[in-house]
């Protein structure tokens, strides 16, 4: 059975860091990318951070460039996300998914877009007062 939960999640100050975690079990976890993704309350959910476990490749949307950092490690199934900085804007429930990356099709593939994940976890909040 695939599964992915999610930890970490808080409430912390403007300017406060919080680190996620994302622990997997029942797939090929080194095959895999795995994305961070957040829904605030009324809004879409939106591709936060990607890292490819098969390439190492990173991904960040624009908004959190430089306040945050993917990494993961493939020993222990688990992908993290260190999250410096933050912004009351930063408030939503966080999510992190999976796909295998040899299943995508090179040029097609869009990383930080929801529908190309296959598998989902629960979600942790994050709340930053403002």
């Known amino acids: 059975e695939v599964q992915l939960v999610e930890s970490g999640g808080g409430l912390v100050q403007a300017g406060g860091s919080l680190r996620l975690s994302c622990a997997t079990s029942?797939?090929?976890?080194?095959?895999?990318?795995i994305g961070w993704f957040r829904q605030a309350p009324g809004k879409e959910r939106e591709g936060v951070s990607c890292?490819?476990?098969?390439?190492?490749?990173?991904y960040y949307a624009d908004s959190v460039k430089g306040r945050f950092t993917i990494s993961s490690d493939n020993a222990r199934s688990t992908a993290y996300l260190q999250m410096n900085n933050l912004k009351p804007e930063d408030t939503a429930v966080y999510y992190c998914?999976?796909?295998?990356?040899?299943?995508?099709?090179?040029?097609?593939?869009?990383?930080?877009?929801?529908?190309?994940?296959?598998?989902w976890g629960q979600g942790t909040q994050v709340t930053v007062p403002s």
């Open positions: 029942g797939f090929a976890f080194a095959e895999n990318a």
């Open positions: 890292i490819g476990n098969s390439d190492g490749s990173t």
């Open positions: 998914a999976a796909v295998n990356q040899f299943t995508v099709v090179p040029g097609r593939w869009h990383p930080l877009n929801p529908l190309a994940y296959d598998h």
